[in-house]
């Protein structure tokens, strides 16, 4: 299993920002597919983004255009970029890696708007 660590959550005005990070203990990160995903209180964990190891991306409807998933291999870290945070948003968001047999998940960190 890979190790994740997720970075960046907090409280946040509706209308802001916030950038998470999640670092991975893999030295073979360029390989694997991330995914943002998140759960909110007493709803299933849902998809956020998610980056193929290619670099492709794709988005639950919901956040396109305010969210933006990338990667920066060299540092074996997957971001998730989130602007207009709106009282949907809050959650907790989990980092997930992919190859193969391998799915990993992090322990998660929570981000919380106010209106």
């Known amino acids: 299993q890979v190790q994740l660590v997720e970075s960046g959550g907090g409280l946040v005005q509706a209308g802001g920002s916030l950038r998470l990070s999640c670092v991975a203990s893999e030295i073979m990160f360029s390989l694997y597919a991330m995914g943002w995903y998140r759960q909110a209180p007493g709803k299933q964990r849902d998809l956020v983004a998610r980056?193929?190891?290619?670099?492709?991306?794709n988005y639950a409807d919901s956040v396109k255009g305010r969210f933006t998933i990338s990667r920066d291999n060299a540092k074996s870290t997957v971001y998730l970029q989130m602007n207009s945070l709106n009282p949907d948003d809050p959650a907790v968001y989990y980092c997930r890696g992919e190859r193969g047999f391998v799915d990993s998940w992090g322990q998660g960190t929570q981000v919380t708007v106010s209106s």
């Open positions: 980056i193929s190891a290619s670099g492709s991306t």
